[in-house]
């Protein structure tokens, strides 16, 4: 089953998956945050190097398998693989999107 993600949502799943057609800057805001495994991130520089050290250390890839609404929220739960304790597994992507880029991003 394929999804229907906005734009900036798809953008950063290739982007994280490592397709390189899509810049960080495309579908983030300048002043985004990404909240992920304990850190924060914030502004474009600081979300482009966590997401290149995020790749190096799992070389993961993650397939969106559904989304949902939840107030300001665009909840997507993907199925994530890497090189990682059991994987694969499932985690929830908590969007929050500004003028069409994302503002913030929690991955649970």
Not at 14 to 37: K, L, M, Q, W, Y
Not at 64 to 93: C, D, R, T, W
């Amino acid at each position: 089953m394929s999804i229907q993600l906005a734009e900036p949502l798809d953008n950063y799943f290739d982007i994280s998956n490592g397709i390189d057609t899509v810049r960080v800057n495309d579908c983030f805001t300048p002043s985004a945050t990404v909240h992920d495994e304990g850190g924060t991130y914030q502004g474009l520089a600081a979300i482009e190097s966590w997401l290149q050290e995020t790749r190096q250390k799992y070389r993961f890839s993650s397939k969106p398998l559904s989304i949902a609404k939840k107030g300001h929220q665009e909840i997507v739960v993907a199925e994530v693989s890497g090189n990682f304790p059991s994987s694969p597994i499932q985690l929830n992507y908590a969007f929050v999107l500004d003028s069409g880029k994302i503002q913030s991003l929690e991955i649970s």
